[in-house]
Nanobody, 124 residues
Framework: QVQLVESGGGLVQAGGSLRLSCAAS????????TGWFRQVPGKEREFLAA????????AYADSIKGRFRISRDNAKNTVYLQMNSLKPDDTAVYYC?????????????????WGQGTQVTVSS
């Protein structure tokens, strides 16, 4: 079973940038596709971006398109989310999820492996 650990969150001013990391470890028997999600207390979890294991396909939510970029380094078993032009509305707990099926990531990753999340706070 794969373990995922997110890092890189913190407090940043509006207009600033952060890069989140999602490091995978443990036993995996197939390539894993990965997605980033976020959740604000009291609201539903929101899909942000996804990337295939090869990096050949990516997908983004309209709400962050053009500001966030997902990438991966398979040699380091790590997926990144570069976040630019941050807004106070981006404040949330950010999670990564991994799954052998890319379609399940795009569908919300409800059956996938999840990390514990990292807090991002954007001040105005």
């Amino acid at each position: 079973q794969v373990q995922l650990v997110e890092s890189g969150g913190g407090l940043v001013q509006a207009g600033g940038s952060l890069r989140l990391s999602c490091a995978a470890s443990g036993r995996t028997f197939s390539p894993l596709h990965t997605g980033w999600f976020r959740q604000v207390p009291g609201k539903e979890r929101e899909f942000l971006a996804a990337i295939t294991w090869s990096g050949g396909q990516t997908a983004y939510a309209d709400s962050i398109k053009g500001r966030f970029r997902i990438s991966r380094d398979n040699a380091k078993n790590t997926v990144y989310l570069q976040m630019n032009s941050l807004k106070p509305d981006d404040t949330a707990v950010y999670y990564c999820a991994a799954d052998p099926r890319y379609s399940r990531i795009l569908a919300g990753a409800t059956e996938s492996s999840w990390g514990q999340g990292t807090q991002v706070t954007v001040s105005s």
